[in-house]
């Protein structure tokens, strides 16, 4: 056991854990923040996907002691408040890439990071920055047209 300790979306906690706690277990089990899912496990489908210090990391691969120390932020950290949506978030409503909704959260958490680190909106380089995030149902059209709708949204401007 060990004790960890991180801020979770600007919250400061601390809990005793299992030394071979994945911080995706300790998201979800710990702290009850159950927007983050577990997919395939391995690291390949990325529906595990935080920011830990500004990274997008797949957290099935990450170690909560790992973490101890660090700034996690997980889909629920994105909303403005528990009544409203992010903008990236917001975008995918608009654009209906929510599909199934079992890989959303991780699409949401890996979108806000690429539109914060690149951010260029041509299709290939949208579809770049979402390797590593798989959507099982039926395609990214719809991903790829919310990333330019939530770029256009965090510059203030309508959609083009």
């Known amino acids: 056991m060990m004790q960890v300790h ?3 979306n600007g919250e400061s906690v601390s809990r005793d854990v299992d030394d071979r706690t994945l911080l995706v277990e300790f998201i ?3 702290l009850g923040l159950t927007g983050t899912h577990v997919g395939c ?3 390949q489908c990325g529906a595990c996907t935080v920011h830990l210090d500004g990274v997008a990391v797949k957290s099935c691969s990450v170690l909560a002691a790992q973490a101890s ?3 996690v932020v997980t889909i629920e950290g994105l909303a403005p408040s528990p009544d409203a949506l992010g903008p990236v978030q ?3 409503v608009a654009c209906h890439g929510l599909q199934c909704g079992f ?3 991780g699409m949401i ?3 806000d990071h690429y539109l914060t680190v690149d951010g260029r909106l041509d299709d290939a380089s949208i579809c770049h920055g979402l390797e590593g995030n798989i959507c099982r149902c039926t395609g990214y059209v719809n991903i790829i047209e919310a990333v330019k709708h939530a770029a256009a949204a965090r510059q203030g401007g309508p959609h083009a």
């Open 6 to 8: 991180v801020t979770i």
């Open 28 to 30: 979800r089990k710990d």
């Open 41 to 43: 496990d391995t690291s």
């Open 69 to 71: 120390g660090g700034d």
């Open 90 to 92: 917001e975008a995918f």
């Open 103 to 105: 890989c959303t959260p």
């Open 109 to 111: 958490m890996a979108v």
